[in-house]
């Protein structure tokens, strides 16, 4: 049992993204064609998170041409890029399933505003290793 926990953290993510329920997310999503490789943004609303140590997910939907889509990403995968929190949602739920069937204006959330929107749009940036210049020769 042991070697799973292992296993396990060796594949999570030191630094994840902070955001929560109800959010509007770009998720930055790495596409392998071939053998190129590039980022695709899929932005839409956090509708759910599932916890279960390396298996965490969190579903976004969004409405492209009419359509809901509805998409899960696995927190700790190598293919995400990053999570990019564009506005803080305000709502009183754990499951935003209810969602799904509302149209138009009925299906927007609140925006959260003040103090804990704040909080919660903190970007934490990664540090920077620092760059030596070369000595001049004079």
Same mark, same amino acid.
């Given at each position: 049992?042991?070697?799973? &926990? ?10 994840? =993204?902070?955001?929560?329920?109800? =959010? ?13 490789? &590039? ?13 279960? &140590? ?8 969004? @409405? ?16 995400? /890029? ?34 804990? /929107? /704040? &909080? ?8 920077? /290793? ?6 001049? @020769?004079?």
């Amino acid at each position: 049992m042991n070697e799973i &926990r292992q296993i396990e953290a060796a594949q999570m993510k030191s630094s994840l =993204d902070e955001f929560r329920i109800g =959010d509007t997310v770009k998720v930055h999503f790495k596409i392998v064609e071939g053998t190129t490789e &590039r980022i695709q943004i899929y932005e839409g609303l956090v509708i759910a998170v599932k916890n279960s &140590r390396t298996g965490k997910t969190f579903t976004v939907r969004k @409405n492209s041409y009419g359509v809901g889509v509805e998409r899960i990403f696995p927190v700790h995968s190598p293919r995400i /890029a990053g999570v990019e929190v564009t506005r803080a949602g305000k709502v009183r739920r754990s499951k935003l399933y209810y969602i799904r069937e509302k149209i138009g204006k009925g299906a927007k959330i609140k925006e959260l505003l003040g103090p804990k /929107a /704040a &909080r919660s749009r903190a970007v934490v940036a990664p540090p920077v /290793a620092a760059v030596q210049e070369p000595a001049a @020769n004079t």
